[in-house]
């Protein structure tokens, strides 16, 4: 079995990676370590984009699958020495499980009732960790085992690089699945599900695959995100993060796997360029207030661009 | 013409279907033959679309039973009955937008890949397109091409890499058949397939129909436009109010009093 | 034990009474326009924080409580304007994403204009607890449950008895016939949201003195109106009601027996159970599957 070298996508991303990997011998380390956080959230929402953009579903829990994957992670680490490098594997799939199971509850439901229950099952995923002491209920788990390679134990520039390697192995994968007959068929049940399935696309099924595949972003995700920080709570997977993940999504493009990437960045560094900028014109603000300019984004964007950004360039190139 | 003697196919079994107290579908009985074009007729509200809609499983009927030879298909979901040979088209044509029509009829020929339903489990389709193997690459080339010739076959080479978006209702009516026909289907239901076309556009589908009626199709036609209908039609089965109350040849049919007084009760209406 | 259960439960009641006024804004606006309004908690948030900064700058707790609501109005109204009414031609799925960023925005902007701190109110009436079979209700909560009547009766008779109304009604259950007969729609969308959020505001205003307001209060209200509004069932009026109290009651009951922390996630497994079993919820019709 030979695999596809690289699609457009998978190139593009090994030339980011390349740069992202230059430039962490440059970049001041907080720089840096924004560049993995990008990275991290950029392959959450590569995933969600497959579920959201190329499927017409909604989810509004993603951070619970990303929580899921940093404590399978942390537990198999902390409590049971196994390498960081299968705890992402290990946190995937308890991710993938999960998804798997809670598919069966929530892809029965359609737009409005299905963003109601995504949320709640997201909200009660975050109960659980709060509640559950083997997994340190709401103080979380301290002093997490960080990526090892050989007697090499990751620092942060090795980090940057290991989340945009993550990220480009994400887009390649997502890459060939759009382009494919999954991903054609994917588009069909989001634009006419009746119509898919009376040629025997059978759309449960194959929102199930979606969803599931978005949870193994997330918990990879997620499993890199603890060993990073080295220390996981609660509220880093609250209903807040599932929101932002759809801030990137739709401020991206929901429809393409570049957008991700960008969605997150611009969250990310909009944030911080905001946190560094308003308090000086206005002392008086505080906490995460950049949370007002990316609602308006998003709203802003979804009126002008009903059709979101890769629609709007579809047909500007057709026209 | 003569009626073909087939196989019977599709059998429809004292079906009802109640929406609260209004009985849409009344007791209906009949059966299409493969190989033959059924015209199903009758007055606005005789119940039409929704036995098209309780046969492809939209539906599920409140008393009786839809079978394909030998397999039920009454409480299957519409991709099942699609999956065992049922297909049908939409009034208002389902256009997958965000896809090029050879895109739209490559997703019907990749359903009939996988032995008419899609996806099949993860590691024959999710983990084998994302990794982008040869094979997988290989056969949705393959796919690509098997669209064209269908396109060229249905008269639609030129439209190929147009954006389904851009397609004139017309278009989209033509489309819509010929991604049905994709997924080689034993039964397609066609309802209302003429509505809104213009007479070349109308000459194209019927030129479709008879060609699925030689492949050996059995063909259902819900259809308003009666002189069409009974021209292209080798059996006829009217419906009113629910009931039905004629089957026969389309000049038979066309003579039936009843009928007639059907036609021009709902005229008086 | 049951002397412990039955505070429990008077304590459920209020903040039942509160989830039952955000779940009202709920119906009304999915019943109108069948948007799922995200931001609706932070109507609430805005009510209690104007009311709330108002009555610390020194202004008497009436007045501050009257130009709190009529502020939730106009944010209810321009949210509408500005989000809502320029997207209409959108669907489902990016209506969802634009009531999630409206949910977003106001929380931010609320930020700009009150930071993190807690704001309290004193409540509007002193006096001792009241004491009902042994358990005890903070006076306020009489202002509470007085507010939840005052609003339900209202919105029973316009509905009931007015002819605005029988045409929302109307409109709602048949859109093209409605305004064929020169029933205006997009008005009653309008209104729905002015109205919802002004109910809204209305419960934060009298809810603030219990536990406090900050910026992020909005969000708990919201999603616990959610959860009462579905349980409800999101064409029922009456449900919001009683999906209200119900939710009130069950989170409290189950927070003091189990731990606090499972008072939220209590509630939001009930939702996810109504969803799966029964997702009309309990008073609402059956809908057609489509």
């Given at each position: 079995m030979s695999f596809a070298p690289a699609n457009a996508h998978g190139r593009v991303a090994l030339v980011v990676l390349a740069v992202v990997a230059a430039a962490v011998w440059f970049l001041p380390a907080y720089y840096t370590g924004l560049l993995t956080l990008i990275g991290i959230?950029?392959?959450?929402?590569?995933?969600?984009?497959?579920?959201?953009?190329?499927?017409?579903?909604?989810?509004?829990?993603?951070?619970?699958?990303?929580?899921?994957?940093?404590?399978?992670?942390?537990?198999?680490?902390?409590?049971?020495?196994?390498?960081?490098?299968?705890?992402?594997?290990?946190?995937?799939?308890?991710?993938?499980?999960?998804?798997?199971?809670?598919?069966?509850?929530?892809?029965?439901?359609?737009?409005?009732?299905?963003?109601?229950a995504t949320l709640a099952l997201g909200i009660v995923i975050n109960v659980v960790f709060n509640e559950w002491e083997f997994i340190g209920g709401s103080s979380g788990f301290k002093d997490i085992p960080g990526f090892t390679l050989?007697?090499?134990?990751?620092?942060?520039?090795?980090?940057?690089?290991?989340?945009?390697?993550?990220?480009?192995?994400?887009?390649?994968?997502?890459?060939?699945?759009?382009?494919?007959?999954?991903?054609?068929?994917?588009?069909?049940?989001?634009?006419?599900?009746?119509?898919?399935?009376?040629?025997?696309?059978?759309?449960?099924?194959?929102?199930?695959?979606?969803?599931?595949?978005?949870?193994?972003?997330?918990?990879?995700?997620?499993?890199?995100?603890?060993?990073?920080q080295s220390y996981i709570d609660p509220s880093s997977f609250s209903f807040l993060l599932s929101v932002n993940f759809?801030?990137?999504?739709?401020?991206?493009?929901?429809?393409?796997?570049?957008?991700a990437v960008i969605g997150a960045a611009i969250v990310v560094a909009l944030g911080q360029v905001l946190q560094a900028l308003v308090p000086l014109v206005l002392p008086s603000a505080r906490?995460?207030?950049q949370q007002f300019f990316l609602g308006a984004v998003l709203i802003a964007i979804l009126i002008l661009l009903p059709r979101g950004l890769a629609g709007r360039l579809s047909e500007a190139r057709r026209a | 013409m003569t009626v073909a003697v087939s196989a019977t196919t599709l059998e429809v079994r004292g079906v009802s279907m109640r929406f609260g107290g209004v009985l849409a579908v009344d007791d209906v009985t009949f059966a299409a033959r493969t190989g033959e074009v059924l015209g199903v007729m009758g007055p606005n509200g005789a119940g039409k679309t929704t036995l098209f809609n309780v046969i492809s499983g939209v539906q599920r009927p409140t008393a009786g039973a839809v079978s394909l030879g030998p397999v039920p298909l009454t409480g299957h979901s519409v991709d099942r009955i699609a999956s065992l040979g049922v297909t049908r088209t939409f009034q208002t044509p389902v256009m997958f937008w965000g896809l090029t029509v050879r895109e739209s009829i490559a997703v019907a020929l990749a359903a009939r890949e996988f032995g008419g339903s899609y996806p099949p489990p993860p590691a024959r389709a999710l983990l084998?397109?994302?990794?982008?193997?040869?094979?997988?690459?290989?056969?949705?080339?393959?796919?690509?091409?098997?669209?064209?010739?269908?396109?060229?076959?249905?008269?639609?080479?030129?439209?190929?890499?147009?954006?389904?978006?851009?397609?004139?209702?017309?278009?989209?009516?033509?489309?819509?058949?010929?991604?049905?026909?994709?997924?080689?289907?034993?039964?397609?239901?066609?309802?209302?397939?003429?509505?809104?076309?213009?007479?070349?556009?109308?000459?194209?589908?019927?030129?479709?129909?008879?060609?699925?009626?030689?492949?050996?199709?059995?063909?259902?036609?819900?259809?308003h436009a009666v002189g069409e209908l009974l021209s292209v039609a080798d059996r006829v089965v009217v419906l009113d109010h629910?009931?039905?109350?004629?089957?026969?040849?389309?000049?038979?049919?066309?003579?039936?009093?009843?009928?007639?007084?059907?036609?021009?009760?709902?005229?008086?209406? | 034990m049951i002397a412990q259960i039955w505070q429990y439960v008077l304590g459920g009641v209020v903040d039942g009474a509160i989830f039952a006024l955000v779940a009202a804004g709920f119906v009304l606006i999915y019943q109108v326009t069948g948007i799922i309004n995200f931001a609706q908690g932070e109507f609430v948030m805005v009510g209690g924080m104007t009311a709330a900064s108002l009555a610390a700058a020194g202004m008497p707790p009436l007045g501050a409580a009257a130009i709190a609501v009529l502020v939730a109005a106009c944010v209810g109204?321009?949210?509408?304007?500005?989000?809502?009414?320029?997207?209409?031609?959108?669907?489902?799925?990016?209506?969802?994403?634009?009531?999630?960023?409206?949910?977003?925005?106001?929380?931010?902007?609320?930020?700009?204009?009150?930071?993190?701190?807690?704001?309290?109110?004193?409540?509007?009436?002193?006096?001792?607890?009241?004491?009902?079979?042994?358990?005890?209700?903070?006076?306020?909560?009489?202002?509470?449950?007085?507010?939840?009547?005052?609003?339900?009766?209202?919105?029973?008779?316009?509905?009931?008895?007015?002819?605005?109304?029988?045409?929302?009604?109307?409109?709602?259950?048949n859109p093209p016939i409605a305004s064929t007969f020169g029933i205006?729609?997009?008005?009653?969308?309008?209104?729905?949201?002015?109205?919802?959020?002004?109910?809204?505001?209305?419960?934060?205003?009298?809810?603030?003195?219990?536990?406090?307001?900050?910026?992020?209060?909005?969000?708990?209200?919201?999603?616990?109106?959610?959860?009462?509004?579905?349980?409800?069932?999101?064409?029922?009026?009456?449900?919001?009601?009683?999906?209200?109290?119900?939710?009130?009651?069950?989170?409290?009951?189950?927070?003091?027996?189990?731990?606090?922390?499972?008072?939220?996630?209590?509630?939001?497994?009930?939702?996810?159970?109504?969803?799966?079993?029964?997702?009309?919820?309990?008073?609402?019709?059956?809908?057609?599957?489509?």
């Amino acid at each position: 079995m030979s695999f596809a070298p690289a699609n457009a996508h998978g190139r593009v991303a090994l030339v980011v990676l390349a740069v992202v990997a230059a430039a962490v011998w440059f970049l001041p380390a907080y720089y840096t370590g924004l560049l993995t956080l990008i990275g991290i959230y950029s392959l959450v929402t590569i995933g969600l984009n497959l579920f959201m953009g190329y499927a017409g579903q909604v989810s509004l829990g993603q951070a619970a699958f990303v929580g899921i994957g940093a404590y399978t992670s942390a537990v198999l680490a902390v409590d049971l020495h196994v390498t960081p490098w299968l705890g992402a594997v290990g946190g995937a799939a308890v991710a993938a499980l999960v998804a798997y199971v809670l598919s069966f509850v929530a892809l029965r439901l359609r737009e409005n009732l299905l963003a109601l229950a995504t949320l709640a099952l997201g909200i009660v995923i975050n109960v659980v960790f709060n509640e559950w002491e083997f997994i340190g209920g709401s103080s979380g788990f301290k002093d997490i085992p960080g990526f090892t390679l050989g007697a090499f134990t990751f620092d942060p520039r090795a980090y940057a690089i290991l989340s945009w390697a993550l990220v480009a192995a994400g887009i390649w994968f997502a890459g060939n699945l759009v382009r494919s007959s999954f991903g054609r068929t994917l588009i069909a049940i989001s634009a006419g599900e009746l119509g898919a399935q009376a040629l025997g696309v059978d759309p449960e099924k194959l929102k199930r695959q979606t969803f599931v595949l978005s949870a193994v972003y997330a918990g990879v995700a997620g499993a890199v995100y603890a060993s990073y920080q080295s220390y996981i709570d609660p509220s880093s997977f609250s209903f807040l993060l599932s929101v932002n993940f759809v801030l990137m999504s739709v401020i991206g493009g929901l429809r393409s796997l570049w957008g991700a990437v960008i969605g997150a960045a611009i969250v990310v560094a909009l944030g911080q360029v905001l946190q560094a900028l308003v308090p000086l014109v206005l002392p008086s603000a505080r906490g995460d207030f950049q949370q007002f300019f990316l609602g308006a984004v998003l709203i802003a964007i979804l009126i002008l661009l009903p059709r979101g950004l890769a629609g709007r360039l579809s047909e500007a190139r057709r026209a | 013409m003569t009626v073909a003697v087939s196989a019977t196919t599709l059998e429809v079994r004292g079906v009802s279907m109640r929406f609260g107290g209004v009985l849409a579908v009344d007791d209906v009985t009949f059966a299409a033959r493969t190989g033959e074009v059924l015209g199903v007729m009758g007055p606005n509200g005789a119940g039409k679309t929704t036995l098209f809609n309780v046969i492809s499983g939209v539906q599920r009927p409140t008393a009786g039973a839809v079978s394909l030879g030998p397999v039920p298909l009454t409480g299957h979901s519409v991709d099942r009955i699609a999956s065992l040979g049922v297909t049908r088209t939409f009034q208002t044509p389902v256009m997958f937008w965000g896809l090029t029509v050879r895109e739209s009829i490559a997703v019907a020929l990749a359903a009939r890949e996988f032995g008419g339903s899609y996806p099949p489990p993860p590691a024959r389709a999710l983990l084998v397109a994302g990794l982008g193997t040869q094979g997988r690459r290989r056969a949705d080339a393959v796919l690509n091409e098997r669209a064209d010739a269908l396109l060229a076959s249905a008269g639609l080479a030129h439209m190929g890499d147009r954006a389904t978006e851009s397609l004139a209702f017309g278009e989209e009516r033509l489309l819509e058949l010929a991604r049905a026909l994709a997924v080689e289907p034993v039964v397609l239901l066609l309802d209302e397939p003429l509505s809104g076309l213009n007479p070349e556009e109308v000459e194209d589908v019927l030129t479709l129909v008879r060609a699925a009626r030689t492949a050996g199709v059995a063909v259902l036609l819900v259809e308003h436009a009666v002189g069409e209908l009974l021209s292209v039609a080798d059996r006829v089965v009217v419906l009113d109010h629910g009931r039905k109350i004629a089957e026969g040849t389309p000049s038979a049919v066309a003579a039936d009093p009843l009928v007639i007084d059907a036609y021009i009760g709902d005229e008086l209406e | 034990m049951i002397a412990q259960i039955w505070q429990y439960v008077l304590g459920g009641v209020v903040d039942g009474a509160i989830f039952a006024l955000v779940a009202a804004g709920f119906v009304l606006i999915y019943q109108v326009t069948g948007i799922i309004n995200f931001a609706q908690g932070e109507f609430v948030m805005v009510g209690g924080m104007t009311a709330a900064s108002l009555a610390a700058a020194g202004m008497p707790p009436l007045g501050a409580a009257a130009i709190a609501v009529l502020v939730a109005a106009c944010v209810g109204a321009l949210s509408y304007l500005l989000a809502i009414r320029p997207a209409r031609a959108a669907t489902g799925v990016t209506l969802i994403f634009i009531t999630l960023g409206l949910d977003v925005a106001l929380r931010g902007l609320a930020l700009f204009v009150w930071g993190t701190n807690p704001y309290s109110l004193p409540a509007f009436s002193g006096g001792n607890a009241v004491k009902l079979f042994g358990g005890a209700l903070p006076p306020q909560a009489m202002w509470v449950l007085g507010t939840d009547l005052i609003v339900f009766a209202a919105l029973y008779l316009f509905f009931a008895r007015t002819y605005a109304g029988t045409a929302v009604r109307a409109a709602v259950a048949n859109p093209p016939i409605a305004s064929t007969f020169g029933i205006p729609l997009r008005t009653f969308a309008f209104a729905s949201f002015v109205v919802a959020a002004a109910i809204g505001g209305l419960g934060g205003v009298v809810i603030t003195p219990i536990p406090g307001v900050q910026y992020d209060a909005g969000l708990t209200y919201g999603l616990a109106g959610f959860v009462a509004a579905v349980l409800g069932g999101l064409d029922s009026l009456p449900g919001a009601l009683l999906g209200g109290f119900v939710l009130g009651i069950v989170e409290h009951v189950a927070g003091g027996l189990l731990s606090p922390g499972w008072e939220q996630g209590v509630g939001f497994l009930i939702l996810v159970l109504v969803l799966v079993l029964r997702p009309q919820g309990l008073l609402g019709r059956a809908v057609r599957r489509a």
